[in-house]
């Protein structure tokens, strides 16, 4: 946030450092998490990114897929944000159905286990995240379709 009321009451709450917009990139952590702007990493970004793990709420926070491969090679972690961001949505659509708070926070609580499988199919075929969680994402929409041709009565 660049509001100086907002920072001077978030540093007075947390022990916080504040950096500059521009830094912010290049600031050395454990996560860095877009969560308000999309397309904010680009392929000069890469090498002077010194996060472990980029994992935030922005939509598209990479501005191309070679950006993900990029953070592959580099070694960083990155969870890719309609994945993790997918809570809220998951959420609406329950409200929808008729909420049930227990059902909605039982399937957001699978989120997790979707980035492990991600991790997983990302370290065993070399590939980055972004790359398994859209195949990912594929394959379960492949699933369905052959579910719906198998159980659903075709339109005529």
């Known amino acids: 946030d660049k509001d100086p009321r907002k920072i001077e009451r978030f540093q007075k709450l947390f022990d916080v450092e504040v950096l500059a917009p521009e830094a912010i990139l290049t600031a050395s952590c ?3 998490s877009p969560c308000a702007l999309g397309g904010i990493i680009a392929e000069a970004d890469v090498p002077n990114l010194q996060a472990k793990i980029v994992a935030g709420s922005a939509n598209n926070q990479l501005v191309s897929d ?7 090679k ?6 890719p944000d309609f994945v993790i961001n997918s809570g809220g949505l998951i959420n ?3 409200e929808l159905l008729g909420y049930d708070e227990v059902r909605a926070n ?8 979707e980035i492990e499988a991600i991790l997983q199919i990302s370290r065993d075929r070399g590939i980055p995240t972004d790359v398994a969680a859209n195949e990912k994402a594929l394959e379960r929409i492949r699933v369905i379709r052959q579910v719906r041709r198998t159980y ?3 339109e005529k």
């Open 92 to 94: 609406a659509a329950e």
């Open 66 to 72: 070679n950006v993900g491969e990029m953070l592959f």
């Open 106 to 113: 039982s399937k957001v609580s699978r989120i997790f286990n």
């Open 74 to 79: 580099k070694g960083i972690l990155y969870a």
């Open 152 to 154: 659903l009565p075709t």
């Open 30 to 32: 454990d996560v860095f």
